[in-house]
């Protein structure tokens, strides 16, 4: 693909992926071919902000690994009181991370 | 965090481990005669109104008591509670003993099942009629 689509592409939904995963990503994207472009572009990501404010409001529910679709952490969240307590507060810290990985899981389907 | 095998593998035997823990040190506190229970939610400390699952440990302890109809009076989700407690360590064991990646499998369908429309929504009323009990029993 066009370099230059790859490269407004990565500017504009960086904060979607882990630093670490750009740049796989870019490659991947370079060798793909043009027609898959659209399909890229529609794609909907996860705002890991968002996914954080859900976090420290809902926490205690899971409504956090819900909205990412962790259903099955949301569930175990959802039945421990939010694992006791601890884990929500773990996954303030962990859960922008969660749904960035989330994010490139979501890509790596097109690619 | 649950996309690879053993990192679900590893938070599931970390779960396991703390909730016997956390079952272990209530079950003795509730035979040695102190009534006042260890809390730790949340939800109930800062609002003063018990969450949907608030009630699970006293349910679970009322099982192991055999109890059953106190143990559905406390919360029902303990049942389910009770249940995962008892297959998730044997499945697991039983998984790292064949090497076999069955019960990550499970779960994984599990979680689709749980994603359609038909199941999560029946799901979610029950919960929030159990958590109106909950209130309304002031757990």
């Known amino acids: 693909m066009d370099a230059q689509k790859v490269d407004m592409f990565i500017m504009t939904n960086n904060k979607y992926f882990e630093s670490h995963q750009l740049e796989p990503i870019r490659k991947r994207l370079l060798e793909l071919d043009e027609s898959k472009w659209t399909m890229i572009q529609t794609l909907q990501f996860k705002d890991p902000t968002t996914s954080l404010i859900v976090s420290l409001l809902g926490g205690g529910f899971g409504i956090d690994r819900f909205l990412i679709g962790d259903t099955g952490m949301g569930v175990g969240k959802l039945l421990t009181c939010g694992g006791l307590g601890i884990w929500t507060i773990i996954d303030w810290f962990m859960i922008m991370g969660a749904t960035r990985e989330k994010n490139v899981e979501k890509i790596m389907t097109v690619l | ?139």
Do not use: H
């Not at chain 2, 016997?20 to 005669?33: A, K, S």
């Not at chain 2, 109890?67 to 297959?87: H, R, T």
């Open chain 2, 1 to 139: 965090m649950t996309n690879q095998p053993n990192k679900f593998y590893f938070f599931v035997s970390v779960a396991c481990f703390t909730g016997y823990l956390w079952l272990w040190v209530n079950f003795f506190n509730q035979q040695l005669g102190a009534f006042t229970q260890v809390e730790a939610c949340f939800i109930k400390k800062t609002t003063s109104i018990p969450c949907p699952s608030c009630g699970s440990t006293r349910s679970l302890i009322s099982l192991i008591q055999g109890d059953f109809s106190q143990a559905l009076y406390f919360n029902p989700i303990g049942f389910v509670i009770a249940i995962i407690m008892i297959v998730a360590p044997i499945w697991l064991i039983t998984d790292l003993i064949v090497r076999k990646k069955s019960f990550y499998i499970f779960f994984k369908k599990m979680e689709r099942i749980l994603q359609k429309k038909i199941v999560f929504i029946p799901l979610t009323i029950f919960f929030i009629l159990n958590w109106i009990w909950n209130i309304t029993k002031a757990l």
